[in-house]
């Protein structure tokens, strides 16, 4: 395995990593433009504080996006541009793995993340829920708690297929990858 094989599976798990944070931020994004969405119908804001805070949401997720897109499917842009391969004396590194093994790999670990952070928090809040019906008996309750056990179901769900589809997850980020050289046969010669 090289240096650059290295680099490009560590920034590919980082561009995983950070499209997962940038899905969990979704609807709490939605939620904020539900508020300004609110409070603009009294008047509280005024025009132009809405336009730029809906604006800035939204510029946010595009850069967010698109950095996680960079990262994944633009790896080896990432590397020449910050010249990570340079300054090593060696040109392999003595190591007998399979970058699509660590990609799948990775893909694993943060699908348990995400479950391990979601699975409490959903459960917190279903507990929660129940709580408050039982105390309202009846009357209207709020729908505070109904996004937040949407967003954890959702991020159970996520965590789950991650787990699940892990080798399709894996073949999709390989197959869509800007790095040339991987066949089956270049595979070999790194591992060599």
Same mark, same amino acid.
């Given at each position: 395995m090289t240096y650059r094989n290295l680099f490009n599976i560590v920034i590919k798990i980082l561009g995983i990593f950070f499209l997962k944070t940038t899905i969990e931020l979704i609807p709490q994004f939605l939620q904020l433009i539900q508020f300004i969405k609110n409070s603009a119908s009294s008047f509280s804001t005024s025009v132009f504080d809405t336009v730029y805070v809906i604006f800035s949401v939204i510029a946010m997720l595009a850069f967010d996006l698109i950095f996680s897109y960079v990262l994944i499917f633009k790896s080896n842009y990432a590397i020449d541009k910050l010249k990570l391969t340079s300054g090593f004396d060696q040109e392999t590194i003595p190591m007998e793995t399979d970058r699509k093994t660590i990609i799948?790999?990775?893909?694993?670990?943060?699908?348990?993340?995400?479950?391990?952070?979601?699975?409490?928090?959903?459960?917190?809040?279903?507990?929660?829920?129940?709580?408050?019906?039982? !105390?309202?008996?009846?009357?209207?309750?709020?729908?505070?708690?109904?996004?937040?056990?949407?967003?954890?179901?959702?991020?159970?769900?996520?965590?789950?297929?991650?787990?699940?589809?892990?080798?399709? !997850?894996?073949?999709?980020?390989?197959?869509?990858?800007?790095?040339?050289?991987?066949?089956?046969?270049?595979?070999?010669?790194?591992?060599?």
């Open positions: 799948g790999i990775s893909v694993i670990i943060i699908g348990g993340l995400i479950l391990a952070d979601s699975v409490p928090l959903f459960l917190k809040q279903v507990y929660n829920y129940y709580i408050r019906r039982k !105390i309202n008996l009846g009357m209207p309750s709020t729908v505070s708690d109904t996004p937040y056990l949407i967003l954890y179901g959702a991020k159970i769900i996520v965590g789950l297929l991650l787990m699940g589809e892990q080798k399709r !997850i894996t073949g999709l980020i390989y197959k869509y990858t800007d790095d040339k050289r991987n066949t089956p046969d270049s595979d070999n010669k790194d591992n060599v």
